[in-house]
Nanobody
Framework: QVQLVESGGGLVQPGGSLRLSCAAS??????MGWYRQAPGKERELVAT???????NYADSVKGRFTISRDNAKNTVYLQMNSLKPEDTAVYYC??????????????WGQGTQVTVSS
């Protein structure tokens, strides 16, 4: 059974930093990453990283956020610097694997709240 367990959210002042972690279990994931959803908005991509280390970022977080992955621990991290109030959202861990039949499957964590406010 696949599980994604997130940690690291919280309240931070504008300009501050937070680090999110997501420990995954139950499969080998080709892609892991983070999405976020602010109140009244759709869920959006923040960043992803492949098992080979290729990263992809939303334009809004480039230069401020860094995604990394420890394949041995099946864990993905999101280092968030220079946080802005508009980064306030629930952040969801995301992982994707491929079944033995070749079907791609997506999994989601339960979400962790990040609030940027003075």
């Amino acid at each position: 059974q696949v599980q994604l367990v997130e940690s690291g959210g919280g309240l931070v002042q504008p300009g501050g930093s937070l680090r999110l972690s997501c420990a995954a279990s139950g499969s080998i994931f080709s892609i892991m990453g983070w999405y976020r959803q602010a109140p009244g908005k759709e869920r959006e991509l923040v960043a992803t990283v492949t098992s080979g280390g290729t990263t992809n970022y939303a334009d809004s977080v480039k230069g401020r956020f860094t995604i990394s992955r420890d394949n041995a621990k099946n864990t993905v991290y999101l280092q968030m610097n220079s946080l802005k109030p508009e980064d306030t959202a629930v952040y969801y861990c995301y992982a994707r694997d491929v079944s033995i039949l070749g079907t791609q499957r997506a999994y989601w964590g339960q979400g962790t709240q990040v609030t940027v406010s003075s």
